[in-house]
């Protein structure tokens, strides 16, 4: 893989008009430095128009030679020159020569749906929004169809597989005759901070959201109040909701099934499983109160017509919850699981970010890529075409020892240790459930990562001997299957389902079991 | 995009098999039949100006040539306009609806615009004599800046290389060399006289009442005069020059 040379200005313009609007016309050039490359650039420009002919039917395709793209404004003056993206030949070819459609498809798709960015970018850690967020479409159309049938969600997957950025995406992408609040109730722990977000986190945050709360909030102008303001009114609400959550919540609901008039309302609750989590272990009665606030939820979402819930957590919220007997509060929600991107859109996501990054990656070196890192979960996925682009951009040419070479001294050793902390904080969190959970948790996962797969059974008794009991040790595999990407087997054993993930394990966890 | 003449319209509404022989789809009879040139043309681009790098560098003081790239490709409708003149004039017609991506020579093709006569004859030379244009193409050189006026059909002076690509036989590429002066004259030439002469070539008469064909002509043996005019200028200051260099 290089750094794409845009210094050539000789080449092959792809045009692509669009027959309704011509305004949305856009160019792909395809610098041509000798007669050496007529084959490419004719496999290319041949596949790009069966592409064209066979996706987008309301596009025209023509083909340009250019001398100069510099002075393509003058010469060109009938195309739309500000649209013009600069690929070379081998982007799009196999290393057969075949055309790789596939890319073809995914570039002239974003040119005309023109996400902002066009090409997605890195963002490691943060939510991604607009054009960084990718794909995820049937899954979108899935839930929004599901709610206009009157139906309540709860989203599942794995930690960083992306549930949130999907949701603020639906978020900020809602369908026509929806408002949307999203939520996150991460750090809540009681029945009164999961009103209290919804609040604060929630429809505070969401101007349009706001004309929907109880007429004494309403009036109010919350989105025009200053954030001192915000934070007064809150610690006032809070006080009513410490006296009765439930009737808070009650007024509260009623308000904004009442407000919505022809609208709908959906309500984003991000992120139930630390809040579960954390009611559990932080009083006594953790267990009643969580039963308490999801059976009180469970009667509630019956009731609503125009209130619409999305519940997002851990893949492995409902056995957690069972592993506490708390049992069938969640049963009457649609449940929709969040996979991990499919290889095909595993590649197109890594060709368009390098693409987007100006970097010639060839398709065995982007195979090669997944390889390395084996299942693509997104949050891996964007460490390590982080760290690709930065060598990239530092030496201009990279090749598959240096990818290798990267993988292991860069991504995984010392000076990316920053990018796993927060997965190593999980072990810390694990506490919650007895003062040797993180130990009998790190233990587990030793035994996973040297057995490649661990029996149910052998990993129980390895858990009562580092913990003294058998107590808790369901939820923890429940836990450690979301925040380690365990994978439980048909077999009943447990293995890694992150490549990357084990092997990191290997190099910086395995010898620091006590 | 222009438009098909009415003739040519029914020339391809009768001559193409469905899908292609309506108004909407006949475009898509053709145009992937000349993709090849297409692709051939840039290629080529990019080697010949290869090819001139050296001579770019020795000229670098002054303008040397520039390439053309407004017309690189033939347009439909000339492309039709000329098979059917061929198929209607009921001679052994060579170019037909289905052969005509192999034997029309000039379906893609570039101009390299020069500043002297005498840079013509450098440029068409060193493509002439490339080992490696030589090793993939075939040459065919027409010299239309040496046509005797009772032989001259058009004021156009140009040396045409038609260039056959021997991997692929029958697809060829021509590559027009000329003046600037030869240029803006055939820039004028074809909006006033060649696409209304390719149009109706019996009409010179009714068309050009004012005798504007004549006049165009004229003005291209004008231009030709210029033309030798600033060889002959440039080639003195060349030699004073060289005197300069060599006392």
């Known amino acids: 893989m290089r750094l794409r040379d845009e210094k050539q200005k000789t080449g092959h313009l792809l045009s692509f008009t669009s027959v309704k609007e011509r305004e949305k016309g856009f160019s792909f050039f395809f610098p041509v430095e000798d007669l050496d490359q007529f084959d490419s650039l004719l496999e290319v420009t041949n596949g790009f128009e069966k592409c064209i002919n066979e996706h987008f039917p309301d596009y025209e395709f023509t083909g340009y030679s250019i001398p100069d793209l510099g002075k393509i404004d003058v010469d060109f003056q009938e195309l739309n020159t500000d649209r013009i993206s600069t690929f070379e030949l081998e982007e799009f070819l196999a290393e057969d020569q075949e055309f790789i459609e596939d890319f073809a498809r995914i570039v002239i798709d974003r040119h005309i749906s023109k996400p902002r960015p066009l090409f997605p970018e890195i963002v490691t850690g943060a939510l991604v929004s607009g054009g960084d967020f990718y794909d995820r479409k049937d899954e979108i159309e899935t839930i929004w169809n599901g709610l206009e049938k009157g139906e309540n969600f709860l989203l599942r997957a794995p930690r960083r597989y992306g549930k949130s950025s999907m949701l603020k995406f639906m978020m900020d992408n809602p369908r026509e005759g929806w408002r949307v609040c999203y939520a996150d109730l991460e750090g809540g722990k009681s029945a009164e901070d999961f009103v209290e977000y919804i609040l604060k986190k929630g429809i505070f945050l969401q101007d349009e959201c706001a004309t929907c709360l109880p007429d004494h909030l309403s009036n ?20 009513k909701i410490i006296s009765d959550w439930q009737a808070y919540a009650n007024a509260l609901f009623n308000s904004i099934e009442k407000k919505s008039g022809e609208n709908n309302f959906l309500l984003i609750l991000d992120e139930i499983s630390f809040l579960v989590e954390d009611m559990i272990n932080s009083a006594e009665n953790g267990v009643e109160a969580t039963r308490d606030l999801l059976k009180w939820f469970d009667e509630k979402r019956k009731i609503y017509r125009k209130i619409k819930f999305i519940i997002s957590g851990s893949e492995h919220l409902p056995e957690f919850l069972r592993a506490y007997g708390i049992d069938g509060q969640l049963d009457n929600l649609k449940e929709e699981t969040l996979e991990l991107f499919d290889k095909t859109t595993a590649k197109e996501y890594i060709f368009l970010v390098l693409a987007g990054r100006k970097i010639v990656v060839r398709n065995e070196e982007i195979d ?65 459930y007895g003062e040797l959970s993180g130990k009998g948790a790190e233990r587990l996962l030793d035994k996973i990562a040297v057995s490649k797969r661990a029996s149910i059974e052998m990993l129980k008794a390895i858990w009562q001997e580092a913990t003294g009991s058998e107590r808790n040790f369901e939820a923890m595999v429940g836990i450690i299957q979301d925040d380690f990407y365990i994978k439980h087997n048909t077999d009943d054993t447990l293995s890694f389902n992150s490549k990357l993930l084990l092997d990191w394990w290997n190099m910086h966890r395995l010898s620091t079991v006590q | 995009m222009p438009e098909l003449s009415d003739a040519d319209l029914r020339f391809v509404l009768e001559h193409l098999q469905p899908p292609f022989n309506t108004k909407e789809g006949y475009r898509d009879y053709f145009l992937p039949k000349i993709q090849y040139h297409r692709a051939l043309c840039t290629t080529v681009i990019a080697k010949v100006k290869k090819v001139l790098e050296p001579l770019k560098r020795q000229f670098g003081h002054r303008f040397f040539y520039r390439i053309d790239d407004s017309n690189t490709s033939k347009s439909l409708e000339s492309i039709i306009d000329k098979i059917r003149r061929g198929e209607q004039a009921n001679t052994k017609n060579e170019i037909t609806i289905k052969n005509f991506a192999e034997t029309m020579t000039d379906l893609a093709r570039f101009r390299i615009v020069c500043n002297f006569l005498a840079d013509m004859e450098k440029i068409s030379q060193a493509l002439r004599k490339s080992e490696e244009l030589n090793e993939h193409f075939t040459f065919d050189v027409k010299d239309t800046t040496k046509v005797r006026p009772k032989d001259r059909k058009s004021g156009e002076r140009s040396i045409k290389l038609i260039l056959g690509y021997k991997k692929s036989p029958g697809l060829f590429l021509e590559i027009q060399v000329m003046t600037q002066l030869a240029e803006a004259w055939d820039k004028k030439d074809h909006f006033l006289v060649y696409e209304i002469r390719r149009r109706a070539p019996e009409s010179d008469e009714e068309n050009f009442p004012d005798f504007l064909d004549a006049k165009m002509h004229a003005m291209s043996e004008l231009l030709n005069v210029a033309d030798n005019y600033f060889d002959d200028l440039r080639q003195t200051r060349e030699n004073a020059l060289g005197d300069k260099e060599a006392s």
């Open chain 1, 368 to 432: 090669f890529l997944m390889e390395l890192m084996g299942n693509p979960i997104p949050y891996f996925l964007q460490l390590l075409l982080d760290v690709i682009i930065s060598n990239c951009h530092k030496r201009q040419n990279i090749d598959l020892k240096d990818i290798k070479k990267i993988y292991y001294k860069e991504l995984l050793g010392p000076d990316r240790k920053r990018n796993f902390e927060s997965i190593v904080r999980q072990l810390d969190r694990y506490k919650r």
């Open chain 1, 220 to 239: 109010l102008d919350i989105p025009g109040a200053t954030e001192m303001k915000k934070t007064e009114i809150i610690r006032e609400e809070r006080q």
